[in-house]
């Protein structure tokens, strides 16, 4: 029988508990359920079941106010113990622990074993460059807006300004569901024929990411009916579906088309100190696993704020050569703007997908102009310009720093 391991790193928070005791009932509740009483006999049969403390870091700084004391927890569970997927691996090591205290899930780290379990990303961020042809410049994303309501005419006219920009990817709104005014298949079709348009504009290629919706049983039958109707890249919320459901989606070689993951949900599990589950595993690195060739998550700069310090650990988690799945895009969003372009540019380095909703379409000049705005930020950096500097002789990222500024910090 297989003897791996895996191993799970929580964060604990209580100001009395013998940390080494807990980290010890942890291992044994989670996996044998019980040791001490067990015959000897028993013990032998069960050992390759038993869970194991690999460690325990208790954090007691002098004079600590009360609710700060806590300790990192990491403890090897047998592989032996449950099936190759995330469902199975994180029921085992987080479902009862999660509602147990103060405790947070910190890391992860499956087994080589495990690992294999999991193909990854189809293309990552090699091959989305390959697809579009960029592989000297961090990439430019523009978000759908206001598309409720919209019919075929509207949806089509708002992806035609937005690809005429010169952007090198474009995503739905992830609250754009099937619905009679813009069904999937004719979405797509409309959306995919403004790209050619576009196209023929800027010389560009472009994908187009369609918001992956309905019953989960039928997923599968409604990607490959967008990829039919000529789409080229998909959106998914991994997190209401589950991460099997992504990884499913990954590993069927008739879904051929870059998958984007989405973090709606996401606020309901990273955000706490003190619960859930950190956002470098749950938007890094599960995702990664799972199958995603990029990943968005919230932004250290604008209006849905994380920690930079998370942040640029969920870039480490979908870039890192640890993982045998192929490296992720990180997409850091919400409030960016092209005033922060060098910022991006600077924490993530060229592996970054810049993305943006409000600071294309409310750039003064329309969405074409907004585009070409970011694009014009990506080669200012590049060429070695300050965003002012460069403006002098680029009118539309000139009316864009007039209008959000530039953030140096």
Known sequence: MNNSYSHATYRLYDDKADFQKKAESIAVGLTVGSWTELPEAAKEQMQKHLGKVVSVLVHEPEGAAPGERCADITIAYPDANFSRDIPAFLVTAFGKLSMDGRIKLIDMEPSTDFLSAFPGPKFGVQGVRDILGVHDRPLVM???????????????EQFLQQ???????????????????TPLEQRVE??????????????????????????????????????????????????????????????????????????AMAG????????????????????????????????PYGSVVMPKAENLAVMEALLTPALPQKPAFPVPSAG???????????????????????????HPGGSAAGGRAFRQAVDAVRSGFTLEDYAQTHEELRIAIERWGVRTS
């Open 268 to 299: 309901a599990m990273y955000p706490s100190l003190h619960h859930g589950i950190s956002a470098p595993l749950l938007l890094g690195k599960l995702m990664r696993i799972a199958g995603a060739d990029l990943s968005l998550f919230p932004s």
């Open 336 to 362: 960016i703007h092209q005033g922060l372009v060098p910022l991006i540019m600077g924490d993530f380095g060229p592996e970054v997908v810049v993305n943006a909703g409000g600071g294309v379409h409310g």
């Open 163 to 181: 690809a005429l920009g010169g952007v090198d990817l474009i995503k739905d709104d992830e609250i754009l569901f099937e619905n009679p005014l």
């Open 190 to 263: 409309a959306c995919i024929s403004a790209a050619r348009e576009a196209e023929q504009a800027t010389g560009q290629k472009l994908l187009y990411f369609t918001n992956l919706t309905g019953s989960t049983f039928q997923l599968k039958a409604n990607a490959k009916r967008a990829i039919a109707a000529g789409a080229n890249g998909l959106l998914f919320n991994v997190l209401a579906y589950g991460f099997d459901v992504l990884a499913e989606l990954a590993a069927d070689p008739e879904i051929n088309v870059p998958i984007a993951a989405h973090p």
């Open 142 to 156: 523009s978000i759908f807006k206001s598309v409720i309501g919209h019919d075929l005419d509207n949806l089509r």
